[in-house]
């Protein structure tokens, strides 16, 4: 300290205060980006209150919340799995059935969320998902749904409209995703996918892998 | 302190800067691009309220990077050294808490985070990992003038 001058002590006031600068921009930055918006275009099958999420079967009951990321293997496993008997409970009415898009894993899953937006805004959203998860790449933003790929999925279940191919170019609903992270951070997601019925989440480690016992979960929550 | 310690600390000060500073610089700059995840991460832990949570993975990683910046400018340091530690020691109890409540869950200490599958969970390493950078904190507060630091 004997040896400090005051060029020093300028120098590391300074740093001391950008470091500072930096932290508080920082955290202000972060939460004012990290909220919902409700100006942002949303799908018409979304419900705010059902955490943006596109809502299939509004009145019907109990309600089942599929949270999902369109890029998690996870998820198509899931899908592969259980989709078939849970699109059977969808085009029964047996169950109000929300699905959740989320993006924690990259640009390419906002891709996929708002390609399947679009789709549900033409009553396409259930044929939307599987193809996309047929379509899923063997690892994260590898750069297979760049471009007009989702035209292309689109097109695999007959999906060719003029209204739908700009909805995919614009990315209409690209800022919708950032909401439905939103929600679902509200709502404790942690994991994709997530599945719950009537606000409770069915058992990952055996229910999700299982159709007998999917099935069984399903029942038990109330759908007849 | 012996004649060889004396010569060797401000270099022992200034590796410990480096590595904590570099990891904590390190580990906030790659949450900050995905900071839902990072909200995730400090949620699968449930140990805080949600709103809290979201708050902590949103703001935790710019506290990591200035923490991080003043280690490595060597500016603050000795208070930058404790904060290191306490941020360590708060990381040790959450992820030996989440262990022993047979969570399974991915530390997010880089990046990451969240529910993964129990065969995936590496809470030994983790923990051992954050005690290690925990003793650099502590060196650094004990002493904090090193080499090619701003503070002399």
Redesign the interface.
């Given at each position: 300290?004997a040896?400090?001058n005051s060029g020093?002590k300028g120098?590391?006031n300074l740093?001391?205060a950008m470091?500072?600068f930096?932290?508080v921009v920082?955290?202000i930055f972060?939460?004012v980006?990290?909220r919902s918006n409700s100006n942002y275009a949303v799908p018409a099958t979304v419900s705010e209150a059902d955490g943006y999420g596109i809502v299939l079967n509004p009145t019907s009951t109990p309600k089942i919340d599929v949270y999902l990321d369109y890029q998690c293997p996870a998820c198509r496993a899931f899908e592969l799995i259980n989709g078939e008997y849970l699109n059977e409970v969808i085009a029964q009415k047996k169950a109000k059935v929300v699905f959740h898009p989320l993006?924690?894993i990259?640009p390419e899953s906002i891709i996929a969320a708002n390609a399947v937006a679009c789709a549900a805004d033409e009553n396409k959203f259930v044929d939307m998902n599987l193809a996309l998860y047929k379509n899923q790449a063997s690892s994260e933003n590898s750069g297979k749904w760049q471009g007009d790929a989702m035209l292309a999925v689109g097109d695999s279940i007959g999906l060719r409209s003029d209204s739908f191919k700009k909805c995919v170019a614009d990315g209409k609903y690209v800022k919708w995703t950032g909401n439905v992270?939103?929600a679902s951070?509200?709502a404790?997601?942690?994991?994709t996918p997530t599945i719950r019925i009537d606000g409770k989440d069915l058992d990952?480690?055996t229910e999700y892998g299982d159709p007998v016992k999917f099935k069984a979960a399903l029942t038990a929550g109330g759908v007849k | 302190m012996g004649d060889k310690l004396k010569i060797a600390q401000p270099w022992l000060t200034l590796i410990c800067r480096l590595v904590l500073g570099g990891v904590l610089i390190a580990a906030g700059v790659l949450k900050i691009g995905n900071l839902q995840k990072s909200a995730m991460a400090v949620r699968a832990y449930e140990l805080l309220p949600i709103s809290l949570a979201n708050f902590l993975g949103y703001s935790l990683p710019w506290v990591e990077i200035g923490i991080g910046l003043l280690l490595v400018t060597g500016a603050l340091v000795r208070f930058a050294g404790l904060v290191g530690a306490i941020t360590m020691l708060a990381f040790i109890i959450a992820i030996s808490q989440a262990w022993a409540r047979g969570l399974s869950i991915d530390c997010g200490c880089f990046g990451g985070g969240g529910t993964i599958d129990p065969s995936q969970t590496k809470y030994l390493s983790e923990i051992i990992r954050d005690i290690g950078l925990m003793a650099l904190g502590i060196y650094l507060y004990f002493y904090p003038k090193g080499r090619f630091g701003i503070e002399k």
């Open positions: 300290m040896t400090n020093d120098t590391r740093v001391i470091v500072a930096i932290v920082g955290v972060s939460l980006s990290n993006t924690f990259g992270s939103v951070g509200k404790n997601i942690n994991s990952r480690n | -």
